[in-house]
């Protein structure tokens, strides 16, 4: 995951969830169970969903943006579900600064379920699904794939909403201020610049004189000036 801080926002890239790989056990009313999301699934849901929001904390009131808002990016490739978002909220580009966000998490409803056993635990296979919303978490909340399930129910007891995480892997966290990322700018072209003229310097064919022929013999003298120079100046 990358975390680019700028003066008023912080742009914030990598994956929601992980396809084709199971998560670990979960806890639901029925006991414990593990879940994989197929491929395809993410897809399917971003193909019908008419908008996707980016929450904090599964939280609508603190509702960050949306694909339809023009600052959320969401995408299904071979890896899984990737986002890229742009933040204005100073809550948000604080935790990001103090490293306090934990996780993405993604609020979704089962569409398609075919259900296994996986090292003697249920398997669930979510083929297809709706998808609502994707969330960063901060230290307030801890991604449902570390161990925790979190669903909320309809008036009628039944399952309704389900929220999955991922955990944040600080390790890969790559965090940049907007002074480092022009700092990082300058000194690269200061260094083509450096290369360029060192490369201008450097003698090129035809740049050292031939050594000048003196009544039918070839005179080395200049050649032995430069080396001598050139071995003055490596050795001071």
Not at 205 to 227: A, F, L
Request: charged share 35%.
């Amino acid at each position: 995951m990358k975390v680019t801080i700028r003066a008023d926002s912080v742009e914030i890239e990598g994956y929601v969830n992980a396809i084709e790989r199971a998560s670990k056990p979960l806890m639901s009313r029925i006991g414990r169970f593990i879940e994989r999301i197929c491929t395809g699934a993410f897809k399917k849901a971003l193909s019908r969903a008419e908008d996707v929001h980016i929450l904090l904390n599964h939280d609508w009131n603190r509702d960050l943006g949306s694909i339809k808002q023009g600052n959320l990016e969401l995408e299904e490739d071979n890896i899984g579900l990737h986002a890229r978002a742009t933040i204005t909220d100073p809550e948000v580009i604080e935790d990001a600064r103090r490293g306090n966000l934990v996780g993405w998490s993604f609020g979704f409803k089962d569409r398609d379920v075919e259900n296994a056993t996986e090292d003697g635990l249920p398997l669930r296979k979510v083929r297809d699904l709706d998808l609502f919303e994707v969330s960063l978490l901060n230290r307030k909340m801890t991604p449902a794939y570390n161990g925790t399930l979190v669903t909320t129910r309809s008036a009628e007891g039944e399952e309704d909403f389900q929220f999955r995480g991922e955990p944040l892997m600080v390790d890969e966290v790559e965090i940049e201020t907007e002074n480092t990322v022009k700092n990082s700018e300058e000194n690269e072209r200061a260094t083509e610049e450096s290369t360029a003229e060192s490369e201008s310097q450097e003698p090129k064919d035809g740049d050292v004189e031939k050594p000048v022929e003196k009544n039918g013999k070839i005179d080395y003298n200049e050649y032995r000036k430069i080396i001598k120079d050139m071995k003055e100046d490596n050795y001071v």
